[in-house]
């Protein structure tokens, strides 16, 4: 992997976490390159990272042994189509981290003899962790899982989806999911102020909380419901407000909003080109 030349096509925000993770751990600027047609942003990209910048993508793509498809959705098929005979000669491994754009087409648009695997990151990868899906078909051979599953590891957690449509699913739990914690985090905070807390203290109380719930629940053995049980004392403070959440309908909130996210996921995919 250290010896691979990386190519980014798009530097912007997804690509600057994933270089940020790679460096961090242990990648060698000099076999990263960003093919970026802002000329501020290659600057940026390169005083930031000390890595090499292009603004063309063709040559970037012949020195790729890794692609990384990394502009916005809708200009992917057209910068795709472009790469197209250059991905013939050199048959780098692509990844394209576009949301909602399905294998096939990217596999059609990039060339049938490409390797290309399919991936969801989410914002946190900019900090190491990120949680991402990675979707390939049953012909991608093990070798280039690892090498698309140790990029991904480098920003956070990866995990292999064996049915494409759950790309959908996992776009709504982790992609959308950071902006479902920071809302319950604001509600949190401006309760917390309305209880007369000080604005500092409310917003430092409830991150750290936020933080350290998740942290115990990675690290203990045993499942949400359980935890959750053994903070709550029969009578006490926290089943109060659990009370409050269950008669107000949380649980089945929660499912609406994530079918939604669903469902706008897919409506997303078909709009941009569906199995083509
Ligand atoms: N941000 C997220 O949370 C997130 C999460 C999951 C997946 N993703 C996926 O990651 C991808 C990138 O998202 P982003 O948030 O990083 O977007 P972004 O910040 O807009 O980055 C896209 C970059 O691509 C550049 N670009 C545009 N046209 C290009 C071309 N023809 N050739 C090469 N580069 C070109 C853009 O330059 P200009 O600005 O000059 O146009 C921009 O710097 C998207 O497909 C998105 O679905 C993002």
Redesign the pocket.
């Known amino acids: 992997m250290k010896t691979k030349t990386l190519v980014f096509?798009?530097?912007?925000?997804?690509?600057?976490?994933m270089i940020n993770g790679l460096l961090e751990d242990g990648a060698d600027p000099g076999h990263i390159l960003v093919?970026?047609?802002?000329e501020a942003?290659r600057e940026q990209l390169a005083a930031r990272f000390g890595i090499r910048t292009l603004d063309d993508?063709r040559e970037a793509a012949r020195q790729a042994d890794i692609l990384i498809?990394?502009?916005?959705?809708q200009?992917?098929k057209?910068?795709a189509l472009?790469l197209a005979p250059t991905l013939e000669q050199n048959r780098p491994l692509c990844l394209?981290?576009?949301?909602?754009?399905r294998h096939a087409s990217l596999q059609s648009w990039l060339g049938t003899g490409v390797p290309v695997i399919r991936?969801?990151?989410?914002?946190p990868?900019m900090l190491g962790a990120g949680a991402s899906g990675l979707f390939a078909p049953p012909d991608i051979d093990q070798g280039l899982r690892e090498l698309a599953e140790h990029i991904m590891r480098a920003t956070g957690i990866a995990v292999w989806l064996d049915d494409e449509n759950q790309m959908d699913a996992l776009?709504a739990v982790s992609?959308s999911g950071p902006a479902y914690f920071f809302l319950f985090m604001e509600a949190m905070e401006n309760s917390a102020r309305s209880l007369g807390l000080p604005d500092k203290t409310a917003h430092l109380l409830v991150l750290q909380t936020a933080l350290g719930a998740a942290r115990m629940a990675m690290e203990s053995p045993s499942g949400l419901e359980n935890l959750r049980n053994s903070v709550t004392s029969p009578g006490g403070t926290t089943e109060k407000a659990l009370e409050v959440f269950a008669t107000g309908g949380l649980t089945q909130l929660v499912d609406k909003a994530l079918r939604a996210a669903r469902d706008r996921s897919i409506e997303l995919s078909e709009s941009m080109g569906g199995n083509e």
């Open positions: 096509i798009g530097g912007g925000n997804m690509a600057s976490a093919a970026e047609p802002d942003r993508n498809l990394a502009v916005k959705p200009a992917l057209a910068v472009d394209s981290i576009a949301a909602g754009i991936i969801m990151p989410n914002t990868a776009t992609g």
